[in-house]
């Protein structure tokens, strides 16, 4: 009755009355079932059962006009309708009066030897011409076209050979369950269902190229040999086989054992699935060679493939090793996802929608392609959409960070050489590490050692997809955190050098074993990071001692095992510590927002927090904060009160189904609970409202900092810690905040003028005196000269004392609208500011390198037929860092 629309149109329009049929008599579906009917078309009148009205659920009320004509050659619903009515028999013949040409055939006597496609016009001709034709419409539906040749495929039913898998069916399933999968929905919903509802399996195929069944058939089909292997063959046919392509083998035939002449192998081949499911088998020749191999190593450890392949490989190799076997071809499985064109369609190679994988690997590198693939969602099975930035996002954000952090080790240990004499040790690098009282060293071990054991687990379980998130986080934290925050440590800025080799040792302890874990998912990186800082002959790694009774090292990080933790070294609490840190930090950094940048020195850090215990895990952590959040004093309160007010909101998707229409009265609670009710209600875990009880998953509890927002900026983090920046400033914060733009200018021009981070060099400088501030300026860098030394390792040299030094690099800058001159110059001759005009040029003029080797603490020399006494120190200095 729905579908009446088909037949009346007008019945769309708004408004319609009626009057254009009568209702006689309403039935169901089901009243109608079995009755016959008249056939629109005469060509099968005769078949037995056929043109009755038969019942079925695919057939829907929104669209068409709920009657379908039943084709059983022609459609999987059809034949299965047709099956269970007994009008046709499975396994028998089928009423098919289409050719494989797509022609009809002679059933069909009025359009024998037309396409089935081209036919259409004169069908409905016919069609009309009986009175049968109600009404003509083009109906516009998807359509299945040939992938290769865009031209119209047509559903149609072929004879073959089948598999009898719905004999086996319960057999798959219980062994399906013997399986581990990864991800495990696909084997428990898609793969699970997919057996339950298992059809027998058509492994014959009508092609020409393929492997030949080895079926061999008399003429009337009633005698049939199946070919077990080539000694039977040879037996069976009297001729010798050596090749089983078609084409050596479709000749020979087979003397019929039942007197019906010769026995000839049928045309069809297998389809190539059942090629893919016999791969165990097929891999070692079994069962006529290596049968105790095989039967040792099956079912294998762990196979790995695409989600399509649910229905394909794994349910191959499911189906011939349950039939053969009556157990499963493996134990382990991890699906991954479909990689997809970056617009979400499939890679095509007509379509061109792809980058050229050669392309990507020789730009961005193997190791960055595998990374991303591996660390996306296709690792849960589910399907990314390959962008080319996406691998970029790699190298930038994982590899160039990683191996930043990789070359600093190496010119930090050459710098310790350099500076102090020692040659770092490589060898006594782990026990120094473990040794160390450092907190940032005892952190990132205990981080290392966490990861290891979690690693080891997950990859035990199979759980790709959580293990790589995990290690790019790693990276992350060595490179972002206890790299940056060490920095001075690393360079041995302080002149402590057990600090420093401690803190190199740490370093490379973690750099060693972050190149075993990564190995066997970034082979080639890893592998040159092995070779640089472990193998002892590597030359490149000359900087990096050897002890003397060392053993020779694995020659690969891909003979290595992967590292095994140790427990003792795991320490949550100083993994929690450096979480609050962290945290804190970032706040600093969002409160601080675009217009008060890292540079600027922040008077005052309050951290708030109402448990005393957290607010004291930070005291070990406090100069990290002050440093990295560039801020003098930190204060830490547990009065959030007077910082804070805290406010909250029933969850409705979690109350609301379970409350109905009480929701409303402890919504209007909920909103009206005081700071203190609120802050006891977070340490009970526990509040009654309006006679409800509730707990925490029910309630969003929401802090606000309430400071005056001219004086203060704040943040509150996940964890309920809220910082507080005092952001009034004054002339010494202004002073320091300067002296950092001019560290940060002469870095830049280090940068720019390509100079390596070992070359020394004098810094000269000049404020361009245009207006007020410059003399401001002036000031400010004459009162920071501590800081500015301590910073560059140099003192800023007036311009006026350049003479004629060799000069490296130069710019020109502006701090505040100041404009400043910088000059990069290798180190010279300088002269004392009491000289004489004459005297002072004469000494710039000196050589360098003469002067460092042959010069005393006094240097007499003739000026004008006059002796002059140039004392070091005074008159003349030889390291800019004696007028420090």
Not at 99 to 118: I, L, M, P, S
Not at 338 to 353: I, T
Not at 716 to 741: F, G, P, Q, Y
Not at 747 to 771: F, H, M, P, T, W
Request: hydrophobic content about 40%; charged content about 30%.
């Amino acid at each position: 009755e729905s579908r009446l629309v088909e037949m009346y149109p007008k019945m769309k329009k708004k408004g319609y009355k009626g009057g254009e049929y009568e209702v006689v008599e309403k039935y169901t579906g089901a009243d109608l079932k079995g009755k016959k009917y008249e056939p629109i078309l005469p060509y099968f009148k005769d078949h037995p059962n056929a043109f009755q009205v038969l019942n079925d659920e695919y057939v829907t009320d929104d669209s068409g006009v709920g009657i379908v004509h039943q084709a059983p050659a022609f459609g999987e619903d059809d034949y299965r309708v047709c099956v269970a009515a007994g009008i046709i028999v499975k396994g028998g013949e089928l009423p098919c009066p289409v050719d494989a040409n797509g022609r009809f055939t002679a059933e069909v006597t009025d359009f024998v030897g037309e396409h089935v496609k081209e036919a259409d016009k004169a069908i409905c001709t016919m069609l009309k011409e009986s009175g049968r034709l109600y009404r003509k419409d083009i109906y516009r539906h998807s359509y299945p076209f040939c992938w290769r040749s865009d031209t119209p495929l047509i559903y149609k039913a072929v004879p073959s050979w089948f598999i009898a898998v719905e004999e086996i069916k319960e057999k798959l399933v219980e062994n399906n369950t013997k399986t581990y999968w990864v991800p495990a929905f696909v084997k428990e919903k898609r793969f699970h269902n997919w057996l339950e509802n298992a059809r027998d399996w058509n492994v014959s195929r009508n092609r020409y190229w393929g492997t030949p069944l080895p079926i061999w058939q008399s003429e009337d089909g009633e005698e049939t040999v199946c070919i077990g292997s080539i000694e039977e063959l040879e037996k069976l046919s009297g001729t010798k086989v050596e090749d089983l392509h078609r084409e050596n083998i479709d000749h020979l035939e087979i003397p019929s054992q039942q007197g019906k002449g010769m026995l000839k192998r049928i045309t069809e081949v297998f389809d190539c699935w059942f090629e893919s499911g016999s791969m165990p088998y097929a891999q070692q020749h079994y069962p006529f060679e290596q049968k105790e191999e095989f039967e040792k190593g099956f079912p294998a450890d762990f196979i790995a493939e695409g989600l399509d392949q649910t229905r394909g490989w794994f349910y191959t190799l499911m189906v011939l090793s349950t039939a053969l076997f009556e157990k499963p071809a493996f134990k382990n499985l991890i699906v991954n996802g479909l990689v997809l064109a970056e617009d979400g369609k499939k890679m095509s190679k007509r379509l061109k929608n792809y980058p050229d994988p050669s392309l990507v690997v020789n730009k961005y590198g193997a190791d960055a392609l595998r990374l991303y693939l591996i660390n996306s969602p296709v690792v849960r099975a589910e399907p990314l959409k390959f962008t080319e930035i996406g691998v970029l996002g790699v190298v930038r954000e994982v590899f160039l960070p990683w191996y930043n952090a990789f070359r600093f080790l190496l010119q930090n240990s050459e710098r310790l050489e350099r500076t102090a004499g020692i040659k770092f040790d490589r060898t006594s690098a782990e026990s120094k590490s473990e040794s160390s009282e450092n907190i940032m060293d005892r952190w990132i071990l205990a981080a290392l050692h966490g990861l290891i054991d979690f690693v080891r687990k997950e990859m035990a379980a199979y759980r790709l997809y959580t293990v790589i998130p995990r290690l790019v986080k790693f990276i992350e934290q060595l490179t972002n955190w206890y790299v940056r925050l060490n920095r001075d440590r690393l360079k041995n800025a302080e002149g402590d050098v057990e600090d420093c080799t401690n803190s190199l040792s740490t370093l490379y302890t973690v750099l060693v074993n972050l190149s075993k874990l990564m190995a066997p998912f970034t082979p080639f990186f890893t592998e040159y990071m092995y070779q640089v800082l472990v193998v002892p002959e590597n030359t490149v790694s000359r900087t990096l001692s050897s002890g003397s009774d060392v053993k020779a090292a694995v020659k690969s990080v891909h003979f290595e095992m992967i590292p095994t933790p140790n427990l003792n070294l795991l320490n949550k609490e100083m993994e929690e510590k450096m979480k609050y840190m962290q945290d804190i930090i970032n706040l600093c950094r969002l409160a601080r927002g675009n217009d008060l940048p890292l540079k600027r020195p922040i008077r005052e850090l309050i951290i708030v927090h109402e448990d005393q215990k957290v607010l004291d895990t930070l005291k070990d952590v406090e100069s990290y904060i002050l440093a990295e959040s560039n801020i003098k004093k930190i204060t830490l309160s547990t009065d959030e009160k007077a910082w804070c007010k805290l406010s909250a909101r029933a969850d409705g998707r979690v109350l609301g189904k379970k409350l109905g229409k009480q929701f409303k009265a402890v919504l209007k609670a909920v909103q009206k609970l005081s700071h203190e009710e609120l802050s006891k209600f977070q340490k009970d875990k526990v509040l009654e409202v309006e006679g409800v009880s509730l707990s925490t998953t029910d309630v969003l509890i929401q802090r606000t900092v309430i400071a005056d927002e001219k004086k203060y900026r704040g943040q509150v983090s996940e964890d309920n810690i809220s910082i507080i920046l005092d952001i009034v400033e004054d002339d010494s914060l202004l002073e320091e905040w300067a002296a950092r733009e001019v560290v940060n200018r002469v870095q830049k021009l280090r940068k720019n003028s390509g100079v390596a981070i070992s070359d020394v060099l004098d810094v000269y400088i000049e404020v361009v005196k245009d207006d007020k501030k410059s003399a401001t300026l002036e000031k400010q860098i004459n009162n920071q000269k501590e800081f500015l030394v301590g910073r560059l390792k140099r003192p800023l040299l007036s311009m006026k004392a350049l003479g004629t030094a060799v000069v490296v690099g130069s710019s020109e800058d502006e701090i505040d609208g100041t404009k400043l001159n910088l000059v990069l110059a290798k180190p010279s001759v300088i002269a004392g500011s009491d000289l004489k005009a004459g005297v002072q040029s004469l000494v710039e003029s000196m050589d360098y390198d003469w002067m460092k080797e042959n010069a005393k603490e006094c240097v007499s020399v003739v000026l004008d037929g006059e002796n002059v006494s140039l004392h070091r120190g005074k008159d003349y200095f030889l390291d800019a860092m004696e007028l420090a």
